[in-house]
């Protein structure tokens, strides 16, 4: 019996030495989502917001274990709302059918974020860097996700799937720059 609990005691101190879980909700209200798109010739590179809906992060220490991101596709912004509208209908983003994006963390390793996105209703792997910090109250996230819109069903004027385009083709690339807070 002796001998069982000086087995033990060294696995129940590395247990109890291990970080507490704290769950973070992301703040909508501060956090901040820019999308660039860009033409596929020339230097045209359209740019707007989108806002969070909700999400969550959950941590051991710094360490990031898990998280969950929903983006209300509804707010995507630009200053001419012609064009903001064209994205929020069925050619791209389709918004009253998919009314939100989610993206779920399954990794965090090296400031490298792994993860699935649902977009438009399709699944797929991502993978981007991810800054973060302390903040007062909880933690910033920042980074840039680049992303293929056409692996998503996003084909409207992609050179890939049209021919003879010209200046209308858009190119399948496109990059959401996110400063999140979590509290």
């Given at each position: ?86 994205l929020r209908g069925a050619d791209f983003f389709d918004v009253s059918k998919y009314p939100t994006a989610v993206f779920e963390l399954t990794e965090f390793h090296g ?67 996110f400063d999140v807070l979590a509290r």
């Amino acid at each position: 019996m002796k001998k069982l609990l000086i087995l033990l005691l060294p696995c129940l101190a590395l247990l109890a030495a291990r970080p507490a879980t704290t769950t973070y909700r992301l703040d909508a209200e501060t956090s901040a989502l820019t999308w660039t798109g860009h033409a596929e010739a020339g230097s045209w590179a359209p740019q707007g917001t989108i806002r969070l809906r909700e999400g969550r992060v959950l941590t051991d220490g710094q360490t990031v274990r898990a998280a969950r991101v929903v983006v209300d596709m509804i707010t995507i912004t630009h200053e001419k709302a012609d064009l903001a509208e064209h994205l929020r209908g069925a050619d791209f983003f389709d918004v009253s059918k998919y009314p939100t994006a989610v993206f779920e963390l399954t990794e965090f390793h090296g400031g490298q974020a792994t993860g699935t996105l649902t977009l438009k209703g399709v699944t797929k792997p991502v993978a981007f860097p991810v800054t973060v910090t302390p903040a007062p109250g909880g933690l910033r996230l920042r980074g840039t996700a680049n992303l293929d819109r056409t692996q998503f069903g996003i084909n409207y004027n992609s050179t890939a799937f049209f021919q003879n385009l010209g200046s209308y083709a858009i190119r399948n690339d496109f990059q959401i720059a996110f400063d999140v807070l979590a509290r």
